[in-house]
């Protein structure tokens, strides 16, 4: 099982109602699924933060860094 979670949540995220975790069976949809989500809030949120994707384990964790 693979996991993509957010490492921290931001307001936007929090407003948005995208879950902070999600479990996929295999590692192509879980990688797809986190690069997804990550451009989508590099596009859609207020600007403050940039969003990426790193590997820890079975874990795909969207990192949140100040712009």
């Not at 990688?31 to 997804?36: I, K």
């Not at 989500?37 to 600007?47: G, I, Q, V």
């Not at 990426?52 to 384990?57: L, N, P, W």
């Given at each position: 099982m693979f996991n993509v979670r957010m490492e921290k949540e931001c307001g936007c995220f929090k407003r948005s109602g995208m879950p902070s975790?999600?479990?996929f069976d295999n590692k192509d949809d879980a990688l797809?699924?986190?690069g997804e989500?990550?451009?989508e809030m590099n596009e859609t949120f207020c600007k403050k933060h940039n969003f990426a994707v790193i590997e820890e384990?079975?874990?795909l964790v969207i990192t949140v860094a100040m712009n």
């Amino acid at each position: 099982m693979f996991n993509v979670r957010m490492e921290k949540e931001c307001g936007c995220f929090k407003r948005s109602g995208m879950p902070s975790v999600k479990t996929f069976d295999n590692k192509d949809d879980a990688l797809s699924e986190a690069g997804e989500w990550a451009e989508e809030m590099n596009e859609t949120f207020c600007k403050k933060h940039n969003f990426a994707v790193i590997e820890e384990g079975n874990d795909l964790v969207i990192t949140v860094a100040m712009n």
